[in-house]
């Protein structure tokens, strides 16, 4: 067993609305990660809840005739419904209305105040009530938009509470810049050291009782409530112990990740973490944010119309489906897209064709040549052995991509394992050599093939922890062996028990086929129609060799990008290492193949396009967030540039 401890935690979410996506993303990827570390041996504390104050809150409970704690009451259940739905194992759920937490909120601001860290003073400012955060003027978008959500901002002058943020400025930088794994991926580390090359302003920590009464009051004044954000970052303290439980909450904090979205970094990587230093306590380990689920190009809303319910996608495909969709499509750090059609492929792709068809193939052989029960087989040959080592690597291969987070990758390792095994059965031909009464080799084929199974269905129980019970039971392992799934045990695999007995269950993921118009539709067996999960209808679309379609294109995101900085890599004659600001306090690492053509002299202050979206890479020793636009023939070269002064860096191109 291990000695380690993890303590993961998703963002607390507001109770306006009901969950979507989103949501649903952050905390299934908790729950994976949380799983994954306890099938490691690790400790493990996962926390989820909900943010149940502020502005938001107190409109939508005026808007449904409700108190705000009825608005939260009536919300907070949609949230927990869900996950138990989608079998969520968090070990506690915090709501910020809790005593527990207001307690620990309430204590902290008495101490803060009492060490002249915060200060009352009189504020103008441009407040966004959706973000329920103030903004100065210069960053403002065309005097009156919010930078985060666009929506236009009020204007406010009066008498607030500032916490002395503007303080730890130098100190932030300082320990942003000396602990790489603090704030993940990297590029996002980069986005809030840009952020910081402004001065840092202080933080107005309160709201008066005459604008906002819903929220928790200042101790030092009962004229005035906790601003949401301040009352709410304190949850992943509050919940594990500080102030209440020291040993608890030293066991588990500095070993915390945070899980957050992207469009959350700030508050978490900066007004987060100058509060925790002010407090007197250790940072987290790591903030993690992660991208957005994309329809198309374009973020999800409820002003689009385009939001996906996960309630919806778990009734309509099943729980685990949806799940492995969502940790096998978005690589953690970047968007991805959403669409029912990339769902179905994968579905049918990954879980039916390949994962799916080698169970039914390993266990329908067995059960026909065997009775279900294989014996003890002779000596394995090389194919099998190779077999067996392949899915072994896979276990380390995912742990490495888990302790990385890229978990789509490691997911992508198991399932390479699973095509391998499907590859194995077409060139030993098990069918083949059980007409020939080939008994020894036949037992050995299916042992191999077996041993793979239940590798492969360990590494995706944390996944898949429904289906993949199903599998296992269906290999014959007992409900104590079923359940126990752990690295140690799969690093060190040894043969498993010849009294098993496979059993034949109904298909773990049939077909979903989509219906094409009636009158092109054939006729399809009984049999095979009781299997199939129907889909809506959708046009089939061919698309010609060697073109795309636009929703395709717009997969690509293309910005405009300033270049800050640019040097030269020793050892590396074609590459240039470039800064490029994306806009918003995006400045990102950006490796070029354009050294023969351009000195770093020669890049600085243009304005590139870039692609946005691609996947990070490390190269030559530089991590690399996008590719630059260059247009290229046999004898030159020239970088796509925008024409004309005055264009700022992150604009959408297209």
Same mark, same amino acid.
């Given at each position: 067993?291990?000695?380690?401890?993890?303590?993961?935690?998703?963002?607390?979410?507001?109770?306006?609305? #009901?969950?979507?996506?989103?949501?649903?993303?952050?905390?299934?990827?908790?729950?994976?990660?949380?799983?994954?570390?306890?099938?490691?041996?690790?400790? !493990?504390?996962?926390?989820?809840?909900?943010?149940?104050?502020?502005?938001?809150?107190?409109?939508?409970?005026?808007?449904?005739?409700?108190?705000?704690?009825?608005?939260?009451?009536?919300?907070?259940?949609?949230?927990?419904?869900?996950?138990?739905?989608?079998?969520?194992?968090?070990?506690?759920?915090?709501?910020?209305?809790?005593?527990?937490?207001?307690?620990?909120?309430?204590?902290?601001?008495?101490?803060?105040?009492?060490?002249?860290?915060?200060?009352?003073?009189?504020?103008?400012?441009?407040?966004?009530?959706?973000?329920?955060?103030?903004?100065?003027?210069?960053?403002?978008?065309?005097?009156?938009?919010?930078?985060?959500?666009?929506?236009?901002?009020?204007?406010?002058?009066?008498?607030?509470?500032?916490?002395?943020?503007?303080?730890?400025?130098?100190?932030?930088?300082?320990?942003?810049?000396?602990?790489?794994?603090?704030?993940?991926?990297?590029?996002?580390?980069?986005?809030?050291?840009?952020?910081?090359?402004?001065?840092?302003?202080?933080?107005?920590?309160?709201?008066?009782?005459?604008?906002?009464?819903?929220?928790?009051?200042? =101790?030092?004044?009962?004229?005035?409530?906790?601003?949401?954000?301040?009352?709410?970052?304190?949850?992943?303290?509050?919940?594990?112990?500080?102030? !209440?439980?020291?040993?608890?909450?030293?066991?588990?904090?500095?070993?915390?990740?945070?899980?957050?979205?992207?469009?959350?970094?700030?508050?978490?990587?900066?007004?987060?973490?100058?509060?925790?230093?002010?407090?007197?306590? =250790?940072?987290? #380990?790591?903030?993690?944010?992660?991208?957005?689920?994309?329809?198309?190009?374009?973020?999800?809303?409820?002003?689009?119309?385009?939001?996906?319910?996960?309630?919806?996608?778990?009734?309509?495909? /099943?729980?685990?489906?949806?799940?492995?969709?969502?940790?096998?499509?978005?690589?953690?750090?970047?968007?991805?897209?959403?669409?029912?059609?990339?769902?179905?492929?994968?579905?049918?792709?990954?879980?039916?064709?390949?994962?799916?068809?080698?169970?039914?193939?390993?266990?329908?052989?067995?059960?026909?040549?065997?009775?279900?029960?294989?014996?003890?087989?002779?000596?394995?040959?090389?194919?099998?052995?190779?077999?067996?080592?392949?899915?072994?690597?896979?276990?380390?291969?995912?742990?490495?991509?888990?302790?990385?987070?890229?978990?789509?990758? /490691?997911?992508?390792?198991?399932?390479? !394992?699973?095509?391998?095994?499907?590859?194995?059965?077409?060139?030993?031909?098990?069918?083949?050599?059980?007409?020939? /009464?080939?008994?020894?080799?036949?037992?050995?084929?299916?042992?191999?093939?077996?041993?793979?199974?239940?590798?492969?269905?360990?590494?995706?129980? =944390?996944?898949?922890?429904?289906?993949?019970?199903?599998?296992?039971?269906?290999?014959?392992?007992?409900?104590?062996?079923?359940? #126990?799934?752990?690295?140690?045990?799969?690093?060190?695999?040894?043969?498993?028990?010849?009294?098993?007995?496979?059993?034949?269950?109904?298909?773990?993921?049939?077909?979903?086929?989509?219906?094409?118009?009636?009158?092109?539709?054939?006729?399809?067996?009984?049999?095979?129609?009781?299997?199939?999960?129907?889909?809506?209808?959708?046009?089939?679309?061919?698309?010609?060799?060697?073109?795309?379609?636009?929703?395709?294109?717009?997969?690509?995101?293309?910005?405009?990008?300033?270049?800050?900085?640019?040097?030269?890599?020793?050892?590396?004659?074609?590459?240039?290492?470039?800064?490029?600001?994306?806009?918003?306090?995006?400045?990102?690492?950006?490796?070029?193949?354009?050294?023969?053509?351009?000195?770093?002299?020669? !890049?600085?202050?243009?304005?590139?396009?870039?692609?946005?979206?691609?996947?990070?890479?490390?190269?030559?020793?530089?991590?690399?967030?996008?590719?630059?636009?260059?247009? #290229?023939?046999?004898?030159?070269?020239?970088?796509?540039?925008?024409?004309?002064?005055?264009?700022?860096?992150?604009?959408?191109?297209?």
């Amino acid at each position: 067993m291990s000695n380690s401890t993890f303590y993961v935690t998703t963002p607390i979410y507001y109770v306006n609305d #009901k969950p979507h996506i989103g949501h649903a993303y952050t905390t299934v990827l908790a729950d994976v990660l949380a799983r994954y570390h306890r099938a490691a041996g690790d400790d !493990v504390w996962f926390l989820t809840g909900t943010d149940e104050h502020g502005q938001k809150v107190q409109k939508a409970a005026e808007k449904n005739g409700m108190t705000p704690l009825e608005q939260c009451d009536s919300t907070v259940v949609r949230f927990q419904e869900l996950w138990k739905r989608l079998g969520i194992t968090n070990d506690d759920f915090i709501r910020t209305t809790e005593e527990r937490h207001k307690k620990i909120v309430r204590a902290i601001l008495q101490d803060l105040y009492d060490r002249d860290l915060i200060y009352k003073a009189e504020y103008k400012g441009y407040y966004c009530v959706a973000c329920e955060r103030f903004f100065t003027e210069k960053d403002l978008v065309d005097g009156k938009l919010c930078p985060d959500c666009q929506r236009e901002v009020d204007t406010i002058v009066e008498s607030n509470y500032f916490f002395r943020m503007s303080k730890y400025q130098d100190w932030l930088i300082q320990y942003i810049t000396e602990h790489s794994d603090f704030i993940q991926p990297a590029f996002r580390a980069n986005e809030t050291l840009g952020f910081l090359r402004k001065p840092l302003e202080d933080l107005c920590i309160s709201r008066p009782k005459s604008r906002l009464s819903w929220g928790i009051e200042l =101790p030092f004044d009962a004229d005035y409530v906790c601003y949401v954000w301040f009352d709410a970052l304190i949850n992943y303290i509050s919940a594990i112990g500080y102030g !209440v439980d020291r040993a608890r909450f030293e066991r588990y904090w500095t070993s915390c990740m945070h899980l957050i979205g992207k469009d959350i970094l700030t508050t978490h990587s900066v007004y987060w973490p100058t509060m925790l230093h002010a407090i007197g306590l =250790p940072m987290p #380990k790591t903030i993690f944010a992660h991208g957005w689920w994309l329809t198309g190009s374009r973020k999800m809303s409820k002003s689009l119309g385009n939001v996906v319910n996960p309630m919806d996608m778990a009734d309509k495909y /099943g729980v685990d489906a949806f799940r492995y969709f969502l940790l096998a499509a978005m690589t953690p750090g970047n968007d991805a897209s959403f669409t029912e059609e990339d769902f179905l492929q994968r579905f049918n792709t990954d879980l039916a064709n390949d994962l799916g068809n080698l169970l039914s193939r390993v266990v329908k052989l067995s059960i026909k040549n065997f009775g279900g029960k294989l014996p003890a087989p002779p000596p394995l040959q090389p194919l099998e052995m190779e077999l067996v080592s392949k899915a072994g690597l896979a276990v380390k291969q995912l742990e490495c991509e888990l302790n990385a987070m890229r978990l789509d990758r /490691g997911i992508g390792a198991v399932m390479n !394992v699973v095509r391998e095994a499907n590859k194995f059965l077409e060139r030993t031909a098990p069918w083949t050599l059980a007409k020939e /009464g080939k008994t020894e080799r036949l037992a050995a084929v299916l042992f191999a093939a077996s041993q793979t199974l239940e590798i492969v269905s360990a590494l995706l129980f =944390p996944i898949m922890p429904e289906k993949m019970t199903l599998l296992r039971r269906s290999l014959g392992l007992s409900e104590e062996e079923i359940t #126990k799934v752990d690295f140690a045990s799969l690093r060190e695999y040894a043969a498993g028990s010849p009294t098993r007995t496979m059993v034949d269950l109904p298909p773990l993921f049939p077909r979903i086929v989509v219906e094409k118009p009636e009158e092109d539709a054939p006729a399809k067996p009984e049999k095979q129609k009781k299997q199939e999960v129907k889909a809506p209808k959708a046009r089939d679309t061919v698309v010609p060799e060697g073109m795309v379609t636009i929703e395709q294109f717009f997969k690509t995101q293309l910005r405009t990008a300033k270049v800050l900085e640019a040097e030269r890599i020793e050892g590396k004659t074609r590459l240039l290492h470039l800064k490029v600001d994306l806009g918003n306090g995006d400045v990102r690492s950006l490796v070029a193949g354009i050294a023969q053509q351009y000195a770093p002299e020669d !890049v600085v202050g243009k304005t590139i396009i870039v692609v946005a979206n691609l996947m990070p890479a490390k190269i030559a020793g530089f991590e690399s967030c996008g590719m630059l636009l260059a247009a #290229k023939s046999e004898t030159s070269l020239k970088l796509v540039t925008v024409d004309g002064g005055g264009c700022e860096p992150g604009l959408t191109v297209g």
